[in-house]
């Protein structure tokens, strides 16, 4: 084995474990600090795979921005209501025996795919800095509908998070 | 990482080497911020403890080491211990991926009967080749170090000090991130060895199909995006919870903010930290705008040859040029932080809503204007010559 193989699995160890202190542990601010844990190692094993912008946008993105506002909104709240009702009644149970099931579909469904998967010559990237402009052409020839579509949901998003916390006056609120 | 034992010890010593040189900048650091501030308030500072009180800097470190190690009891005890490494370690790393310098060689040698062959060794921890992408993830990490010491101390004060904290640093990112597009565009690369590289030389620009050379000004990037630079500026202010931004530990209301509950060496690791991110910050600016390591109008192989003409080896020039530049750097990165120090005993704290509306209504516009404007001006020059 060389050092590339033995630092993904390291790092492939890292994540299962984080993810499973994501759903395991009851305080959610800790499952929060888990689901960070696991985005900063999923970023790690994006340099691994020779995608370092995309390594660096999981950074920013995921681990530095959205995760950051998990943390701090849960801060804010007291929780544990919301815990109890979430852990007991039929039809929670019912929802987590069939998001286990679903899981299971998904995983079992990407074992049975990845069979069938090829990459073919074109399609491995150059390892140094081409490989930014080569995304950057893609996404804006080839992928611009669904880049820009993706640009305009967010945007509808922002929006409309912005005039519901503006119905009872908003961050300036006299 | 290297392929035999020498690339990789060399690489090693070269990672403990730029971290130590960071954590060690900080005492001096605390010592140019008190003096200067003294001398900015017509005070005397700190001039008892040896000359010009410099040794009051071990003073503080032996106070800080023998510090009784006291914790709250009603305290989340792991987060409380990993709050000051998280907010530590987000600020090295940063720092790490930075060139401070430019890359020496080190010729064939022998070793123990083996031929060693010739190797390249870059000034800086590691090399990334989406260097600033890189730099801008791992410092939006910093939020995580100070959010966790604010819940887990259990203070209000602490809390309110981080939950600030995350919220400056989150709105001033998107500030950040969008000031330096204009500059990235001109440079058309993520890598900071390359940006440097464009930066040598006289001003050189195409100005209506034809090239212009001033002959006297050097090809720094602070002259084709001198509103950049400022937006860059005044959001590393905020980035780095310094004054004007230091709402998160004000005193007047929040005590100290999200370092409350903490002493000692604990609380010297979070000032390290901040002391970090300003050193990453003052990198940036060099590097982006005042052209890194380069030194106006000379050039890397004039000292080489001077170098080599004085009769030394090749791998010793090497080297010598190397540490010339990095002085060059070190030199460029000082005035920066001396800025850094200046600007907090010169100017009143922000209110917060002050700060949240010169984030997002005044930066975040411009910074945005000046990425339209030069992505328009670059495209006409580049289809009308």
């Not at chain 2, 949240?356 to 992505?375: H, Q, R, S």
């Amino acid at each position: 084995m060389d050092m590339t193989t033995i630092l993904f699995y390291i790092l492939a160890i890292a994540i299962v474990v984080f993810s499973l202190g994501v759903v395991m542990t009851a305080n959610p601010i800790f499952s929060a600090l888990f689901l960070a844990l696991t985005m900063v190692t999923l970023a790690f094993v994006y340099f691994l795979l020779n995608a370092p912008f995309i390594a660096g946008v999981q950074l920013i993105v995921y681990a530095g921005a959205v995760v950051v506002l998990f943390v701090m909104v849960m801060m804010l709240f007291d929780l544990k209501q919301e815990k109890e009702a979430f852990t007991k009644g039929k039809f929670t149970g019912f929802l987590k025996i069939a998001s286990a099931g679903w899981l299971c579909g998904l995983i079992a469904g990407a074992i049975y795919m990845s069979t069938e998967m090829v990459v073919s010559g074109n399609q491995i990237l150059d390892v140094n800095k081409a490989s930014t402009k080569i995304l950057a052409k893609e996404l804006f020839s080839n992928y611009v509908f669904a880049f820009e579509a993706l640009g305009i949901l967010l945007l509808l998003i922002a929006v409309g998070a912005v005039s519901i916390s503006r119905i009872k006056g908003g961050t300036h609120a006299k | 990482m290297g392929t035999d034992f020498f690339e990789i010890s060399i690489n090693f010593v070269k990672m403990v080497a730029i971290f130590l040189l960071m954590v060690q900048l900080v005492p001096a650091l605390v010592w140019v911020e008190r003096r200067g501030s003294a001398f900015i308030q017509n005070r005397f500072g700190p001039n008892r403890v040896g000359p010009l009180g410099l040794t009051q800097l071990l003073a503080d470190a032996i106070k800080f080491i023998f510090k009784e190690e006291f914790i709250p009891s009603h305290t989340r005890k792991f987060l409380f211990y990993a709050a000051p490494v998280m907010s530590l370690i987000p600020g090295a790393l940063a720092f790490g991926s930075i060139p401070l310098s430019l890359p020496f060689h080190v010729e064939a040698f022998e070793l123990f009967g083996q031929t060693m062959g010739p190797y390249r060794f870059a000034f800086q921890s590691f090399e990334m080749n989406v260097g600033i992408v890189f730099v801008l993830g791992i410092s939006s990490l910093g939020a995580y170090g100070m959010l966790t010491a604010g819940w887990a101390s259990v203070n209000k004060y602490s809390v309110f000090g981080a939950l600030r904290a995350s919220a400056q640093m989150i709105s001033y990112e998107l500030a950040l991130g969008l000031s330096i597009v204009g500059i990235l565009m001109i440079y058309g690369t993520f890598d900071f060895a390359d940006m440097i590289a464009y930066q040598t030389g006289p001003l050189t620009f195409t100005w209506l199909g034809s090239e212009m050379t001033i002959p006297f000004l050097p090809n720094w990037g602070i002259f084709y995006q001198p509103l950049g630079a400022l937006l860059l500026f005044i959001a590393m202010f905020a980035e780095t919870n310094r004054a004007p931004f230091d709402l998160p530990e004000a005193e007047a209301e929040l005590v100290a903010g999200y370092h409350t509950e903490y002493g000692g060496l604990k609380m010297n690791m979070f000032y390290i930290g901040e002391y970090g991110h300003m050193m990453v910050a003052s990198a940036l600016m060099t590097t982006f705008y005042f052209g890194g390591y380069n030194l106006p109008f000379v050039e890397p192989e004039t000292i080489n040859e001077i170098l080599l003409a004085a009769g030394f080896s090749a791998t010793k020039a090497s080297l010598l040029t190397s540490f010339t530049f990095f002085l060059v750097l070190f030199t460029k990165l000082l005035i920066f932080l001396w800025i850094f120090i200046w600007v907090r005993w010169t100017l009143p704290r922000f209110r917060y809503d002050q700060l949240m509306d010169l984030g997002w209504k005044k930066l975040l516009p411009w910074a945005l204007g000046n990425t339209i404007v030069t992505a328009v001006v670059i495209f006409v020059m580049k289809t009308w010559s």
